[in-house]
Nanobody
Framework: QVQLAESGGGLVQPGGSLRLSCAAS????????MGWYRQAPGKQRELVAA???????NYGDSVRGRFTISRDNAKKIAHLQMNEMKVEDTAIYYC???????????????WGQGTQVTVSS
């Protein structure tokens, strides 16, 4: 079982930046892939970004080019750098870890508690 602890959410103005972090503990096999999903009120959950242990990344279409995911394997931490933020980025962001990339892309894995990100002037 993997435990995930998220940090870094908050309020930011449009055009600003935030960085989310997700610290994992447990069996390293269970966080081969790490990433974030988000869910806004009244909307479906969507993939934000994912990264494998080997550095392969995936991004949602709405964030590609603005958000960057990275990870420190030694520290078991993944980061999501969010730049050029838009009002529509407002959502609860959930960290996820999975044994495979396919599982993560299908939203199968261990989940963090979620952190609120609000983009507003």
């Amino acid at each position: 079982q993997v435990q995930l602890a998220e940090s870094g959410g908050g309020l930011v103005q449009p055009g600003g930046s935030l960085r989310l972090s997700c610290a994992a503990s447990g069996n390293v096999h269970d966080f081969f892939a790490m990433g974030w999903y988000r869910q806004a009120p009244g909307k479906q959950r969507e993939l934000v970004a994912a990264i494998t242990l080997t550095g392969f990344t995936n991004y949602g279409d709405s964030v590609r080019g603005r958000f960057t995911i990275s990870r420190d394997n030694a520290k078991k931490i993944a980061h999501l750098q969010m730049n050029e933020m838009k009002v529509e980025d407002t959502a609860i962001y959930y960290c996820i870890s999975s044994s495979t990339r396919t599982e993560l892309l299908n939203a199968v894995g261990s989940w963090g508690q979620g952190t609120q990100v609000t983009v507003s002037s």
